[in-house]
């Protein structure tokens, strides 16, 4: 295989394998009880919370204290979260996607190497 071709090709496959990384996660229910939501939320994570009076709120996470979070403007007390999630990588989603692109790249490097000569008269 030419290699500019293969070169193209490796900047492909770790341009896909970043984005893969960066992409791959999924949101983890947290617990309920006011001392877990203290103990597991921390600054800088992605939370969605859902609130006693119906309201959905996402934000990433710049302050937690003993009663409440905030984030992005938004300020929720943990007395009034009904349901807490957490964005957390999805290793397993992860994995799969890297093999894939993985096996992708190794399929298109075989099968790019016919010589592609003709008959000779």
Partial sequence: MNSKIQCGLRNLITLLTVLS??????????????????NTVMRGDQVRVTTRDGRVHQFKVNDVTANEFSGD???????DVTQLEKRQPATGKTVALIAIIVGLGVAAAAGGGGSGGGGGY
Avoid at 73 to 79: D, I
Wanted: aromatic letters at 8%.
């Fill in 73 to 79: 403007g938004q300020t929720v007390t943990f007395a």
């Fill in 21 to 38: 990384l960066a992409a791959c996660t999924t949101l983890q229910t947290v617990p309920a009880g006011q001392n877990t939501y203290a």
